[in-house]
């Protein structure tokens, strides 16, 4: 068995290297991945064609630029995988979040933002179901909570 001091200096690849996808189950994968792109800026990638009836879409965040990112071992930021057709991802549709006994829910997923109050000015110009305020003093940094199309719920946090 090894120390704890022998596995230090042993190299080795890394175990894991980031996420790379986040699967979201949703009704209309069409109509969501126009949700996506108007409210969160995601783009879909070329792998699958935009069109109604699709069961599947893969969307990222472009880069400042509007670049998308290559693929590759590393990832900085994961891509959202739009889950619907058929599998059964359409009976979960609206579920993605989890509720605690006391009746509250969490959002699975946190996007992070340098401009939260101007996302928050866009979601409710485009009619975005928001669920929490932006609440003042927050030790961690400003956060809110909305839900997607589907209804989803998701979370916006600046650090």
């Not at 989890?98 to 933002?113: E, H, K, L």
Request: a negative charge; hydrophobic letters at 35%; one cysteine or more.
């Amino acid at each position: 068995m090894q120390t704890n001091e022998e596995a230090k200096v042993e190299e080795r690849l890394e175990d894991i290297t980031g996420i790379t996808c986040i699967y979201i189950p949703v009704n209309d994968v069409y109509e969501s991945v126009k949700w996506y792109q108007k409210n969160l800026g995601f783009q879909p990638t070329d792998h699958n064609q935009v069109k109604p009836g699709m069961e599947i879409a893969i969307l990222v965040f472009p880069d400042q630029n509007g670049m998308l990112p290559a693929a590759g071992i590393r990832q900085v930021v994961p891509a959202i995988f739009l889950m619907g057709g058929g599998g059964g991802a359409t009976r979960a549709a609206g579920s993605y979040g989890f509720t605690f006994d006391s009746g509250d829910r969490q959002p699975v997923a946190c996007f992070i933002t340098p401009r939260i109050q101007e996302m928050y000015n866009r979601f409710k110009e485009n009619g975005v179901n928001i669920v929490t305020e932006i609440p003042e003093n927050r030790p961690c940094g400003p956060n809110f909570r909305f839900s997607d199309l589907e209804g989803n719920l998701l979370e916006i946090w600046q650090p």
